[in-house]
């Protein structure tokens, strides 16, 4: 019978423990092994979730065509002959209380070219280019005109507003400093009394006073 020392079983013991680990970390088993001196853990306690799925799945619509749709405040506004407002674009040379439609449709090539050259709205897009007859340099022209003036017109009201913003604070400021005048005037008493009726020698201080 051959005798093992306690060391080399202890060295055994931890071999093995060894190879399992290799094992497990090279095979990717999750589940748990029991081997002679004690429960041993995989490399993962549970298997790993399945992955979610993909937010856009750009191969399915690969085929389809894309439209591209931006979204602004519309900058052209027309009244009952086909006029815009505020003279931006030509007439259109029709009447809008038909009930017809824009000629242009939103997923017309020149519209979406119109688009992505400006980053308008449709509308506006469909608009400039009937109202310019689908010359695209002059609708892309009246859309960047009709743009600078809309940043203008935003960037005076909030000029106006800060304007206004200073207005009332001063007013408030001018109001404050009014109201402390009259505080500390009521809290103040005069240095030397000047009526007769508290100045023992009036005549001597007012040589005016006669009675």
């Known amino acids: 019978m051959m005798i093992i020392p306690h ?16 094992e497990a970390f090279l095979s990717g088993r999750t589940t748990t092994t029991t081997r002679g001196f004690g429960l041993w853990m995989g490399l993962y306690d549970r298997p790993l979730p399945p992955r979610p799925p993909p937010l856009n799945n750009d191969d ?3 085929d389809e065509e894309d439209i591209i749709v931006a ?13 815009e407002v505020n003279n931006l674009l030509p007439p259109l040379r029709r009447p809008l209380d038909k009930g017809i439609p ?16 400006t980053s308008c709205a449709v509308e506006d ?3 400039a280019l009937e109202a310019c007859q689908g010359d695209m340099t002059e609708a892309w022209t009246r859309i960047s005109v009709a743009r600078r003036n809309q940043l ?10 800060e304007t206004e913003f200073q207005n009332r604070k001063q007013a408030r400021l001018e109001k404050e400093q009014t109201r402390q ?31």
């Open 60 to 62: 399915e619509d690969e």
């Open 102 to 117: 824009c000629y242009f449709e939103p997923n017309d090539r020149m519209v979406q070219n119109l688009i992505d050259k």
């Open 71 to 83: 979204v602004s405040s519309p900058l052209f506004q027309f009244n009952a002959l086909g006029q």
């Open 125 to 127: 897009a469909c608009w």
């Open 152 to 161: 203008n017109q935003k960037e005076r009201l909030e000029n106006n507003v």
């Open 181 to 211: 005048r009259l505080e500390r005037m009521k809290r103040t008493k005069p240095d030397t009394p000047w009526l007769p009726i508290s100045n023992p020698k009036p005549i001597d201080d007012e040589p005016w006073f006669t009675g």
């Open 7 to 22: 060391g080399w079983v202890s060295g055994i013991a931890l071999l093995l423990l060894l190879v399992d680990c290799t």
